[in-house]
């Protein structure tokens, strides 16, 4: 049940019985969701987590080659929740689906461990070939509300995907996804080794920053025509308005010498 990706993590992945499985699908959502005030509601209430469940054992049937009682199972957990995740795809420990509706998840897709999804994500193919076709997230991923990650592409570890981002590129590891067509921006300009970051609203912007460096350019050179004041006077409006014939460089309006 766990997938065998290398998204930058060179940790080994300890093997786990269901019982510890399940432990830490509950364990990720209390953590993350602060609406979460206890397991027992997490097991009545939480489509993501019964989605979750549902598809650790579609998955186990799927790898026992009874495929046809795998997307049984996955049909009803979609009828059920609102989410679709196809039984073939591996998903590591410690992953959570807040709210869920609308998530899809593809045949080829690899999620690895302490993975965060919110609703109407979506890791989708590209192609019509039957080949590795969908994306491969990493671990410690945040993927914002309504982001699309489409074709095999690679999600670096410690990657936060922005609400809304269309992401058709591979994602270096600790860095932040913006935009349509996605943007990669490392936040600070380093990488950050901080564990799951739910911050899916702080994501800096590189338009904005270009522009930022061309507003400070321009300033930098109005900061030089100032210094130079003393060769090149600037007009002042009554100039503006009478010019001396001199200075226009026109020689009809020169009196003689």
Same mark, same amino acid.
């Given at each position: ?13 300890? !093997?786990?019985?269901?019982?510890? +499985?399940?432990?830490?699908?509950? @364990?990720?959502?209390? #953590?993350?969701?602060? *609406?979460?005030?206890?397991?027992? #509601? ?15 054992? +579609? ?18 957990? !979609? ?53 590795? !076709? ?28 922005? +609400? ?11 860095? $932040?996804?913006?935009? $349509?067509?996605?943007? $990669? ?22 338009? $904005? ?13 109005? +900061? ?6 003393? @060769? ?7 100039? *503006? ?17």
């Amino acid at each position: 049940m766990e997938p065998t990706i290398d998204a930058g993590s060179s940790a080994p992945r300890k !093997r786990r019985g269901p019982v510890q +499985a399940i432990r830490e699908d509950l @364990r990720a959502a209390l #953590e993350r969701d602060p *609406a979460a005030r206890n397991w027992f #509601e997490v097991v009545l209430f939480y489509p993501g987590w019964h989605a979750l469940m549902m598809h650790r054992v +579609a998955h186990l049937l799927w790898r026992s080659h009874l495929k046809l009682p795998a997307r049984m199972l996955g049909a009803f957990s !979609r009828f059920m929740t609102g989410i679709e995740i196809h039984p073939a795809v591996p998903i590591g420990r410690g992953f959570f689906i807040d709210h869920g509706m609308g998530v899809v998840i593809g045949e080829t897709a690899e999620i690895g461990d302490n993975v965060t999804l919110y609703h109407g994500v979506t890791l989708g193919g590209r192609s019509l070939e039957k080949t590795k !076709r969908h994306p491969t997230v990493g671990n410690n991923v945040v993927v914002g509300a309504g982001a699309k990650i489409l074709g095999p592409v690679l999600i670096g570890d410690g990657a936060r995907i922005g +609400a809304g981002s269309v992401v058709v590129k591979d994602v270096p590891p600790n860095s $932040v996804v913006v935009g $349509v067509p996605g943007r $990669v921006t490392f936040r600070d300009g380093a990488p950050v080794h901080d564990g799951i970051d739910l911050e899916h609203d702080n994501l800096p912007d590189p338009v $904005v920053r270009a522009l930022q460096c061309m507003l400070d350019r321009v300033q930098g050179l109005e +900061a030089e025509i100032q210094r130079l004041d003393g @060769r090149v006077k600037p007009y002042d409006a009554l100039n *503006a308005m009478d010019p001396d014939p001199r200075i226009s460089g026109n020689p009809e309006d020169e009196s003689p010498a």
